[in-house]
């Protein structure tokens, strides 16, 4: 990022954020992120190496209207001690996105069982919680222009987990709940209906997809497999 660029992401984010608070006393509309999930990825042949930037590292993403041969993602890391990254994606079954922002929080055992090594919004850019990335807090994130494919990549991380097995749950923030904005003035914003769920050193991940999947795994395949329709409502977390 340049210096001339870094006032206008600023000032874009601090947009973003005064017109969310402005219209999150307001129900969800049914805008172009209608049964958007958020889900978790992981991949454990990634090495993680300090200093280096995972935005991007995820290799998941497909074009519009091609959503039933979407990567839907790994949850589970065999991973404890030895460093594992992962990434927050976001996904859209039921159309094209126009995503201009997204406020989101997390859950986990904490920091005495989860070491943060490393973390970041991708190609987007964040006002986070001060206490960021520990359990119950959140972040909102926003992109200078806005996000057209059906696979958004949203957040990365990277951790050690020495004491045990354990999950890292996406949920919705603290405050302003789990929300997608396009990129209208004040903008559009649905609620995420879906959220998944990071399993590490032995502990399983969830998908909002249903089950527990491989990258093998597509919308289509997964439609035909456990009888899923389009995305509406909240997908419950075990």
């Not at 959220?195 to 395949?221: C, D, H, I, Q």
Request: net charge negative; with cysteine.
């Amino acid at each position: 990022m340049s210096a001339t660029d870094f006032p206008l992401r600023v000032s874009t984010l601090l947009l973003f954020i005064c017109l969310l608070t402005m219209v999150n006393s307001t129900s969800a509309l049914a805008g172009p992120h209608e049964g958007g999930v958020l889900f978790v990825h992981t991949d454990d042949s990634v090495v993680f190496t300090d200093g280096d930037d995972f935005s991007g590292a995820s290799s998941l993403g497909c074009e519009c209207g091609d959503f039933g041969k979407c990567p839907l993602g790994d949850p589970t890391s065999d991973r404890s001690s030895e460093p594992f990254v992962w990434w927050v994606l976001a996904a859209f079954p039921d159309g094209c996105p126009q995503l201009q922002g997204i406020s989101f929080g997390v859950e986990h055992p904490g920091l005495d069982t989860l070491d943060f090594l490393a973390w970041g919004p991708g190609s987007g850019f964040e006002v986070a919680d001060i206490a960021w990335p520990e359990t119950g807090t959140g972040t909102v994130v926003a992109w200078q222009e806005p996000i057209r494919t059906p696979i958004v990549e949203v957040y990365w991380f990277a951790a050690q987990a020495y004491y045990g097995a354990g999950t890292f749950e996406l949920t919705g923030h603290p405050r302003e709940g789990g929300l997608f904005a396009d990129d209208t003035i004040p903008p559009v914003i649905d609620s995420i209906v879906g959220y998944g769920s990071l399993g590490f050193a032995g502990a399983v991940g969830t998908s909002p997809f249903g089950g527990t999947r491989t990258v093998e795994m597509s919308w289509g395949l997964l439609k035909q497999e456990f009888g899923l329709g389009s995305l509406h409502s909240s997908t419950s977390r075990r």
